[in-house]
């Protein structure tokens, strides 16, 4: 085992390490006389390998010829997501024939599952099948559940033949019939939450940070990742919601699975192409010896400089789980003591016939990574308030909208097609960034990646107020054109809404694009789908606080002689209140968000082409 015995080793220089890295891959021969130049420009520099675990080639794997597969698989597989999720309350009401609470929960409680099924996907894929495998075995079952679903709906459930729609309710069922809707719709949500995460760093993964021009390319991936998502769903929320309000469910289930088979088949059609990251093993061991070790070593006396620590070379550590080296931090110095080394440790390393007890003795690498975590947890628990803000979208502003009035030029609007303009907005603002916000501002701070990561984060929360604020004046002006004798509606055209949808979509670019890319930049190699997943279990979090925050403000406001600020007639109650409590809430949040980033200090990785330092991650 190559390892030192002070942290001076940090200092090797990247060239060195590349260069050893590849030809010791590539082994002798006529191609073992290369050299390094046209080495480096051949093979990928980031550790990558191709489907059968040789050192990658750059012009015969990845870059935008893999991405492009990625982003069509992952807009058809959103497409078929929501064909189901979209109306679900719907089907439960109007086939399964449950009352609106009842439907609203389940629903509630399998949007939630998806997403805790994401973590599960996350850690398969950084531990043990490494991202391409997770990828395809999530994506078949998502298929089969979507097959079982269309099959269970078409056989037995819409009886009699053209019932579920909005006059007409479909027959009893008996629970078996019940039961195999709920074991189809659970592994979709199996199948779609444990493909999110993964297939979103495996895009990122067919492109080299080490090469520049690749690097560049990664973060746009991000972009039209998150835009490929929104117009897969953008086709769902409008011609199948269509179909399916109209009581067509098993056609649009079964749209939804041939979408699903056809993202299925591009993927496994690309697997030649792919550039590919060994599983670092179960992170949640690792991080637990690191905590054991150092509190086993509390007593401890470490040394001012931080020196003595036990390191492996950055060649050694590649070659076991395909990472790269960590490089030493100064915070969270109780930690270091796990990777301290005392005199009997010094025994232990000397005499290689010893094991080491990494319950007792862990590398700095392995330090680093919890310093990693830990340092994200702050910037990860900021966001949650942003994605309650960004569920409103799907509840209140449908509610909202339900109270205005829906029929422009003798065409009803349906209330949840507003989300449109969101989705729209999406589109435009992600090119509006790209093509013209980025180069202004590279021109004016003369760094060519423009916004950080985090600066851009903290637009989409001050744009998130803006939202809020948009939706709180919107309602003020509806409650003021309540029709006189009207019991539910308000003359205000649903037009109004417009504006609150396209700041909300502004603000998804600013922060979901800017957090994917943040996690899954700053998390270690080996857990980068769990950094994708940190994403998901924030929206998650939104909507769980989003329905505490609600039930708190009616247990508060509902009296005797008022209904409170959301009753069940809109016009009687103040949700606008709400809205401008959500923008403080979310202002306040903005003022320790500023804090959180400029207190965070980005991971430092060994032979980093791109040199970054604490500032390029400050607000």
């Known amino acids: 085992m190559v390892a030192s015995m002070a942290s001076s080793e940090h200092s090797k220089m990247e060239k060195e390490t590349t260069a050893g890295q590849v030809g010791e891959m590539k082994g002798g021969g006529a191609s073992g006389s290369m050299n390094g130049e046209e080495e480096c420009c051949e093979y990928t520099l980031d550790g990558s390998v191709d489907i059968k675990g040789r050192p990658a080639i750059r012009g015969k794997t990845g870059g935008w010829v893999a991405g492009a597969l990625l982003l069509v698989n992952q807009g058809l597989a959103t497409l078929a997501f929501f064909g189901v999720g979209v109306n679900l309350v719907l089907f439960l009401t109007r086939v399964l024939q449950q009352n609106n609470a009842d439907a609203a929960n389940n629903v509630s409680k399998w949007t939630g599952t998806v997403y805790i099924f994401s973590l599960v996907g996350a850690f398969l894929s950084d531990s043990y099948w490494g991202r391409y495998k997770t990828c395809a075995i999530f994506q078949v079952i998502f298929v089969f559940g979507l097959v079982l679903l269309s099959l ?122 792919y550039r590919h990251f060994k599983p670092g093993g179960n992170p949640l061991t690792r991080v637990c010896q690191v905590i054991v070790a150092a509190v086993r070593k509390w007593r401890v006396r470490m040394p001012p400089g931080g020196g003595n620590l036990y390191e492996v070379d950055g060649k050694e550590l590649a070659a076991a789980n395909g990472g790269r080296k960590i490089l030493h931090t100064k915070g969270f110095k109780f930690l270091d003591r796990a990777a301290f080394i005392e005199f009997d ?205 609600v039930t708190i403000v009616m247990k508060i406001t509902v009296e005797d002689n008022r209904p409170g600020w959301i009753p069940g007639n809109l016009n009687k109650g103040h949700m606008d209140r709400f809205y401008f409590l959500l923008a403080a809430l979310t202002s306040a949040d903005f003022v320790v968000y500023l804090a959180c980033a400029r207190w965070y200090s980005c991971i430092k990785l060994e032979g980093r082409s791109r040199d970054i330092d604490d500032e390029d991650y400050s607000v």
């Open 152 to 273: 269970s709906s078409y056989l037995f459930l819409l009886k009699p033949s053209g019932c579920g729609d909005e006059d007409t309710l479909c027959g009893s069922h008996s629970g078996l019939e019940v039961g195999v809707f709920y074991l189809s719709t659970y592994l979709i949500a199996l199948g779609n939450g444990g493909y999110q995460p993964t297939i979103a760093t495996f895009g990122a993964d067919q492109f080299d940070e080490e090469d520049r021009a690749e690097a560049h390319s990664k973060v746009s991936f991000f972009s039209f990742f998150y835009l490929a998502l929104n117009l897969g769903s953008l086709f769902s929320n409008t011609f199948l919601s269509y179909l399916e309000d109209k009581g067509m469910w098993a056609l649009g289930f079964w749209a939804s699975a041939g979408s699903a088979f056809v993202a299925l088949a591009l993927f496994l059609g690309g697997t030649p192409r």
């Open 345 to 549: 440790d010094k025994v232990m390393l000397q005499d290689r016939s010893i094991p080491r007890n990494p319950w007792r003795f862990c590398t700095i690498n392995q330090v680093e990574e919890v310093k990693c975590i830990l340092r994200l947890i702050p910037i990860w628990l900021t966001t949650i308030l942003y994605s309650v803000v960004f569920t409103q979208m799907a509840s209140l502003f449908v509610e909202q909208g339900d109270a205005m009035s829906t029929t422009i030029a003798g065409f009803e609007i349906p209330p949840a097609s507003m989300s449109a303009f969101d989705i729209l907005s999406v589109a435009v603002f992600i090119l509006f960034y790209r093509r013209l916000l980025t180069p202004l501002v590279s021109k004016l701070v003369k760094d060519p990646k423009g916004l950080t990561q985090l600066q851009r984060m903290g637009i989409g929360l001050i744009i998130a107020i803006m939202a809020m604020i948009a939706a709180g004046t919107v309602e003020v002006f509806r409650l003021k054109h309540v029709c006189e004798g009207c019991k539910d509606e308000s003359s205000l055209s649903i037009l109004w809404q417009i504006p609150q949808y396209m700041l909300i979509g502004a603000s998804e670019v600013f922060m979901y694009v800017g957090q994917l890319e943040f996690f899954n930049d700053q998390v270690p190699d080996g857990l980068k789908s769990f950094g994708s997943a940190l994403c998901m279990t924030s929206i998650s979090l939104g909507n769980y606080v989003s329905s505490l925050l």
